[in-house]
Nanobody, 121 residues
Framework: QVQLAESGGGLVQAGGSLRLSCVGS????????MGWFRQAPGKEREFVAA???????TYADFMKGRFTIARDNAKNTVYLQMSTLKPDDTAVYYC???????????????WGQGTQVTVSS
């Protein structure tokens, strides 16, 4: 069983930056495609970004270069660097262990508990 734990959320002003971290309980996460999702109040959970173990990344269109996913396999950690944040980015952010099907990331069974990101205007 893989356990995932997110951290790094908080309150930030519009235009600011945050770096979210997702630590896996086992180094097996280093061999797994990993993704970030988010869920705003009253909305469905949506895809944000994903990365293969070698660091090949894919992003949701809405980010337009503002977010970057990165991995540190020595720390069993996947990061989501977010910049130029907007109030619409306010959501709970979750990491996930899943896989790619063709060019699309498919979420797997394992999710973290989420970390709250709030962007004030």
């Amino acid at each position: 069983q893989v356990q995932l734990a997110e951290s790094g959320g908080g309150l930030v002003q519009a235009g600011g930056s945050l770096r979210l971290s997702c630590v896996g309980s086992k180094d097996t996460v280093n061999d797994i495609d990993m993704g970030w999702f988010r869920q705003a109040p009253g909305k469905e959970r949506e895809f944000v970004a994903a990365s293969t173990p070698s660091g090949v990344a894919t992003y949701a269109d809405f980010m337009k270069g503002r977010f970057t996913i990165a991995r540190d396999n020595a720390k069993n950690t996947v990061y989501l660097q977010m910049s130029t944040l907007k109030p619409d980015d306010t959501a709970v952010y979750y990491c996930n262990a899943g896989g790619f099907l063709s060019d699309n990331y498919v979420p797997g069974y394992y999710w973290g508990q989420g970390t709250q990101v709030t962007v004030s205007s």
